[in-house]
């Protein structure tokens, strides 16, 4: 019956905090209103020009946003010869004096713009959506890398596991929450929320999700389980409209079956392996008999790897194969895996545990993967060891089973080869 | 009958969410611990370290705290030649890699170090209670104000206006959270919950805080207010015993009797001029008959200025008359005014309205102003204005009443002077 | 801000309550049981007798509950000789004692049954299904009238308007009570969730339900609402798809377009009335520019009448005139309006405002009333009084519009008749 | 982390239930309010004249309210003649109509009144304070007994277990609740909340309550537990000031040491064996180690029956002897025994396991038991059992130390005696 009377009153003030010190649109520029946002000592008149800021950028056409990031990109830069010197003189002489004004003058003043716009209600979600169009604009103005930079520094240190909240999804969750599931369902698509609920109402399936406080309608990443009695194979099976759900009580196994991250503006600040180190530890509380954890995952470089080197399946077993070998050998420059799931799981620690033909019937699984698929294996008691492994020299963890396919497809390709 | 059905859930995770990946103390030195922390790049085994490093800092001692400060000062501190000569060359060659490059090794390493120590429940809460013990070492070693201005960085960034929760204070609060209000006030001391509850409970008084969702425990600063139908002239008058509450519907003015900043760990860090500004709004939503916002405010420094400069007192009205030549013309280098008090709030672009005499019987008030107390009004159609002049040359705004006493005070003194 | 930090709490303890007492399954009968429950004198083996009678219940065959309802109906019955020698004693000497020996005598034991089942979690929501059945079986067995006088009785006692709960239902409301109000909808079918989020979602829709504290997930009545600028006269351009959702602030308007009971157990406990006016109140709070409260509502006895009556339309302008003779004239015995959306609306002082042609192009609009639709005006200044002269001598508050239609029809009838 | 994302948020809705219908202030007598409540067909009239008659109640005298009490037992009585020939015409010939036209008569009509008060906010609060009152006046005006046998009949029924609430009380609790603890605590008194701190924040302290959802802010019932390693001998001792929590994981004992009832205007309507049995179980699931459950209880009767009996104490071990007697022997008519507190727990199915000398020094503790307490075991597997041998003939289930204390006192007085 424990629980915090307090918190989830004082934060619910986040959502209903009321839009204060509204005055008229002011219609400068994007830029002029940066300035002026930065160069006011004012908290108060601060919050004003940061509500004006956001709304006449949430109005801007692209040509104007663009201009603004160039702004940002530009003329909130560091000085750099100035921050040279500055660090110059701190190395002749490490002052505190010193030290302090290098530190001001080597931080581009755009990310005290996005501190001072992070202000009004609802700011944060706004400022991730304008990281969103910064990496669209980014694509053809490479130079906006700078800022990009900035934007992800302060989102890391702002979305930092530490003010994340991790939560279960189910169907007594918002509507409006569960709508965004659908939407940003990345990996098995999910149609409406009738086809949604097959996913969260049974009492074999389970949702988690990460949210941030200043974004409580905004799932950052969430990942769907299905508590089964073995490791799963078939992700048709999985999801199949007619299967009858099964006791929880008397599960052994957790397959994580989909994860998807929510927020493009959030790219490059990862999500992942907290959200799934912290499902597997809220499962094996719940239910102490599930003890083995394990994705069912895609493959989702597999034939345009298989293309490039020429190699054709000829059966689903032979795709089968070529994907252990896929995973356990192609890497792109650098050394790691070339598949980008793959990188995500073995990066995690997990290892490679089963790979399974005629796996994914759906057309976008048989385009990827002629309908293959992979099991990451979580053993939690060799994640760490297997994490240092992958990082320090690449060693790519794998089951007998799999390095065994893999030989399977290479004495193929000899053959052929030869 | 809106709310938000979701938002209070989701965030009581955080106060819920459990301690994982706990294992065995891990007994290295505070400095071994960090610099293991900032080389993983395991986010669990970051997720334990941080876990280990927070435990381990609770038990350390004076000696072992103060060397973990040392080295981020020392070892974790920027390679000022290596910086300067990365910033030249951007400077020459203004590429992206080159930006990056810079801007990695601008960043002290220490401020990774608290952003991967930011990851356990309540780790946050800890940092906060970590720089207040920087605090203390810094003054005996002046050098570790480096560490603190990151520190300060940090935090100011952590605790933006954008992820702040105003929220009433009630004698529906939980009893834990109103034991922190009677802990933390600052001006006029609270005996306990019973003598709280005079200040909360009538209908006529109002008190409104500052949280961190991911300190949802602890007040950050709270303002008292009384609802009058008057500028109040003394605090005595306010809080005596046996007055009888006022029917709040029909109050005109609202009296800020009380402002505390609760958290040594965020000096500097202001939050005071948005709480009041914050409350103005809240009330003025709530009550429109409300309409005069004004504070009952101590003048801490009044009785040292007269005894610096050989001023005398006869009588509770000659202390009103120095504290409003006190208020108006004493400065601190720089240029600001002298109390404290007045620098707060004249910043905050309110001005100064009346001083009165024999306001504060206690024997602090007696102690710092003969007992003398001002208000300070906030007419919001003035305060962006006065708060410009006194930013940018140091304008005193001040009523005539108020220019008058000081110019009594004046009269008075250079008389004696004659 | 104010808010109750307690009662949410406390009272989502009625939802966490765990099954304590849980026993081996206990197969008696149900009248055993029923017994063996009104014999106990422990609390605690009552608990548990009462969650076995539950469950078995829930088990049962219809021939078992049939059983179960004529015990109650014959052996749960009063000894009326016995109780007419008490009330004969009673009358003679008026003691306290002879009160309660009549009192006691008077109720039937099968109240005392039914409060000793409602101990268990969801108790109350098994008693109210419970009841549908025995409506059900009414029809079958007259006899069975006694048994749900008594249960209705106590169902009235404990849904007592005091008890209940107002609360809007939004697009973040739990997925799961969404799925009720599809469910439960009775007048203009919805869909599925996609449909219901146009009924809900814009802005200018409100949707209102009554809960009870013990049903949490069982909405008990609802009501759809329309903000607009008229008086609306056909639910086809309400519900069309392609309407664009209008600025609710500007809205004068409120439509109450439908009102659904939800359960079938509760069956003659009246919860529209409370639920109509509590909503006019939200609205007028919310929208200070919503003055006019009307509905827009079915007529589903027209077409019966008409046929019965011999009367005959070439047009929907004679639907229309008919609808407004059948509303205002034809009654059933005892004086009512024949038609029983009338009878509400008028018994709740509502007046016929206005009556419309091809207003519902729906099968079942078409068909009950050739779809003409009718208006009744809530005017809270004349509610009471018009209820009154409804209640007393039948009068029904009809517009000159619609007596005018009214006139209408009866010439275009004695015409024909002519 | 799972939970009820909806109850919560209705639930508050009760609370926050706006006053509607408020019109002018009705001054009719409460008669003529309660005349004109019962006689209105309209549901929004009943809600204002229940407001009215409600408002009118609490400004009423004493000589009103007893008028009003007379009222209600008078003129809203059965007409016990017309009820004898109802009964008489049923029982001839049992019809349907022939059962409802007696039941309706049969209820006294102050029942319906009761029922249509309970509309407005706080209605039922107030109902219940309008019987304590009634209680009050009962004691000169024995007749009154007729209506609060009605006021009774219908309060059990709206606080069925089914419809309550249990909730842990803790530090976390709104102040205000902690205020009603302290006010009702009616064992061992609490001085203040800084006292009752000592009860609920030790991890070693446990404090339970029933609520019912319209009456949130006020406790029902509440109950103090110690968690401790063996059962305790004594009240100083778990009460004294300076002791030391213990770790809860590791108590093997819960000791119910306080159990109150708050509301006067529940006399009657008995909670303390359910919520006994709540915390029970509530208690096992949070703590497994802990497997005794016992009360540490006072004896009331002990002197006043010692005194009539002639029997002196020359030491706490004499009043401990003679307590293991009254409470194995001394019983009222009736058969039950003569101390109160233990009928409640023997009635429970507890069983006397210790007498202890000494154990409570407080002034109360002296005066009522010569300070000897005694503890009534909660064994569950033997609790039904005993409370069905004491309900049916009278047994007082004791350990053999209790009985041999009591045999020791026999031994006493019958040596005094000869």
């Not at 009004?120 to 969103?132: D, Q, Y």
């Not at 008691?381 to 297997?386: A, D, G, V, Y």
């Amino acid at each position: 019956m424990k629980r915090n009377w307090f918190l989830g009153d004082v934060l619910s003030q986040l959502y209903d905090r009321p839009r204060i010190w509204r005055g008229a649109r002011d219609t400068r520029s994007l830029s002029d209103l940066a300035e002026a946002l930065l160069s006011t000592a004012g908290e108060a008149s601060g919050y004003q020009l940061a509500t004006s800021l956001l709304e006449e950028y949430a109005k801007a056409s692209e040509e104007e946003k663009l201009s603004f990031f160039i702004h940002l990109n530009e003329e909130l830069e560091i000085d750099a010869s100035h921050v040279a010197a500055l660090a110059s003189s701190y190395a002749e002489a490490p002052t505190t004096d010193g030290f302090k004004a290098f530190s001001e003058a080597a931080e581009p003043r755009r990310q005290e713009l996005l501190r001072r716009l992070n202000q009004p209600e609802g700011a944060t979600e706004r400022l991730v959506a304008m990281r969103a169009d910064l990496l669209r604009f980014r694509k053809s103005n490479p130079a906006l890398a700078r800022t990009d930079h900035d934007f992800r520094h302060l989102l890391r240190s702002w979305f930092n596991r530490g003010f994340l909240v991790a939560r279960r999804i189910t169907w007594d969750s918002p509507a409006r929450i569960l709508d965004k599931i659908v939407a940003y369902e990345a990996v098995h698509a999910i149609e409406d929320l009738d086809d949604l609920r097959r996913r969260i109402e049974p009492e074999d399936r389970r949702c988690f999700a990460f949210f941030h406080p200043s974004m409580p309608e905004e799932p950052l990443i969430f990942v769907e389980v299905a508590l089964t009695l073995e490791i799963s194979g078939s992700i048709d099976h999985l999801l199949r409209l007619d299967r009858a759900p099964k006791d929880a009580a008397t599960a052994t196994h957790a397959i994580f079956y989909s994860i998807s991250n929510c927020q493009e503006g959030l790219a490059g600040i990862s999500f992942g392996n907290l959200l799934i180190k912290q499902v597997v530890f809220e499962i094996a509380m719940e239910l102490p008999s599930v003890t083995t954890f394990s994705t069912l995952s895609p493959i989702p470089g597999l034939k345009r790897w298989m293309d490039e080197a020429g190699f054709e399946a000829h059966s689903p077993k032979d795709y089968r194969d070529f994907a252990a070998q896929y995973l356990t050998e192609a890497k792109r420059k650098g050394g790691e895996p070339l598949d980008p799931v793959a990188r995500f799981h073995l990066g995690n620690g997990a290892e490679l545990h089963n790979v399974h033909p005629a796996a994914d019937g759906s057309e976008k699984g048989l385009a990827q993967s002629g309908g293959a698929m992979v099991n990451y294996l979580y053993d939690l008691s060799k994640t760490e060891r297997q994490h240092e492994a992958f990082a320090t020299s690449g060693t790519v963890a794998a089951s007998r089973a799999v390095l065994s396919m893999a030989a399977g497809a290479r004495k193929k390709t000899e053959d052929t080869a030869a």
